[in-house]
């Protein structure tokens, strides 16, 4: 099942064509999205994910996003999904390369894939693989967007399909010395006894809604939540390594590169308990 | 003017919408394309273009492009053009997320705008901007994908947006320790004497197709060709810094972060003519 929708609360068929061939955020990856869990029409840290699409946009010196338009769009997706849960989509492009200037914005609804629904359970296995930037490149070079959530996502693909390769389900990705910075879809947390600890996103990483979500109701439950670098090596032996995004929420990581990290899941299962008695 | 046409090569109003919502390509900037320049109905480096069309697939492991729908996607768009001179894209996608797996392919042709006609009598200005990876990245990381012709091309267009803030044309993307790779539509030719240096593509740029085709014709003339590392530094000095690409030609930099560098008027006109001896 799909729903499509437009900033005006109206929907389109979406098996018919909806953006010009001249969309830039066709032809050049420009453009920005969100997703979000929608789960009982109950859409979950809506506003945490608009303040991120607007974070993006500005970094790629888009026009502020109609907020009010994705707010109709996402909402007329909600109303009219009967499926299960839903992973509703937010997409900003800069419009088409002919056209008038106009953004092309949509909401676009698709149902929770059975292995996202299963990675929440199962964990999965991952690989680390290099992103190519030193801790420090995303505050010189802004033009490189690291950490804006665009629709340039060729990378993040082609990694998951380079962990395919190796038999594993996920990446964690680090800079060239091993430092940890996120997966491609993902925020990693690292468990340590009652600490959370999540990488700085001045790093050139996303900021985590879902991550943030997980902190905030942990730290009222009395863990202790913190930002800071890790290394690739802290992996081994944490408590718990944590891959938080909004549609599969927190998979715990139980191989790393081929090797089982210590049994997370009663861990696990005590802040994916925490997480969802935010909801 | 903009002429849009299919693999079965049928044309489409370029007006209407034309991809799904769901297209990969534009969710995630999961696709390859090239850019061909026709002048009189004549395609230029047609081999090289679907040459690398195929090379940057492989590389997003997308499955090889039918060319032969290609080529009467854009043979109609060549045989309905009637403007001036064209810039004819060719696009592969990886198709709709909820689809059958079958690629979206289509031409799009549109107008050589005035702006590139012009930069390529009178030159350009450019930046240096830092790309941030090592020289040895591309081979060691596959799974960045440098090198290929993708439609995650946001961070060209953000370079290029970083250059127009600071004043200036272009830009010239180096590694964190200075080392010459290319522009962000555009290959890089250093000319010193009778010499043509341009940087290896095993640094992780794209293969230019205007610069091979240059140094064919300008090695026929009398000319030494290489390839080997360049440093921004090189520059400076330089008889000639050139931007080689598909629809601007041969574009001499006349101002690099804000400096002149020697007047390279007469041997970019001498190569400009050498190059277009070959049509």
């Known amino acids: ?139 010189r070079a802004p033009w490189l967007l690291l950490g804006a959530k665009s629709l340039s996502y060729a990378v993040n693909m082609a990694a998951l399909r380079e962990a395919e390769r190796r038999g594993a389900d996920d990446v964690v990705f680090t800079t060239p010395s091993g430092e940890v910075l996120e997966g491609p879809t993902s925020t990693l947390v690292l468990v340590r006894g009652r600490t959370l600890r999540t990488p700085p996103s001045a790093l050139g990483i996303l900021p985590g809604t879902t991550q943030a979500a997980l902190f905030e109701v942990a730290a009222g439950a009395g863990w202790t939540t913190e930002v800071g670098r890790v290394d690739v090596a802290d992996l081994y032996d944490a408590d718990a390594v944590l891959l938080a995004s909004s549609v599969r929420l927190i998979a715990r990581v139980h191989t790393l590169d081929g090797k089982s990290l210590p049994d997370s899941s009663e861990v696990h299962a005590e802040l994916a308990a925490c997480y969802e008695s935010r909801y």
């Not at 056209?99 to 690989?127: C, H, W």
Request: proline letters at 5%.
């Open 1 to 139: 099942m799909r729903v499509l929708a437009l900033p005006d609360g109206t929907l389109a068929d979406p098996d018919q064509p909806f953006v010009r061939a001249d969309d830039l955020g066709l032809l050049r990856g420009d453009g920005v999205f969100e997703t979000v869990l929608v789960v009982d029409g109950k859409p979950r840290e809506w506003a945490g994910h608009l303040d991120r699409l607007v974070r993006s946009a500005a970094m790629l010196d888009l026009e502020p996003p109609d907020l009010a338009g994705v707010e109709r769009a996402g909402r007329a997706v909600i109303d009219h999904w009967t499926g299960g849960e839903l992973a509703l989509r937010l997409v900003c492009t800069r419009g088409a390369e002919g056209g008038d200037g106009t953004p092309t914005v949509f909401a676009l609804g698709s149902e929770v894939g059975a292995k996202a629904r299963r990675q929440r359970v199962d964990g999965v296995s991952a690989i680390a693989l290099d992103r190519g930037f030193d801790a420090d490149l995303a505050e």
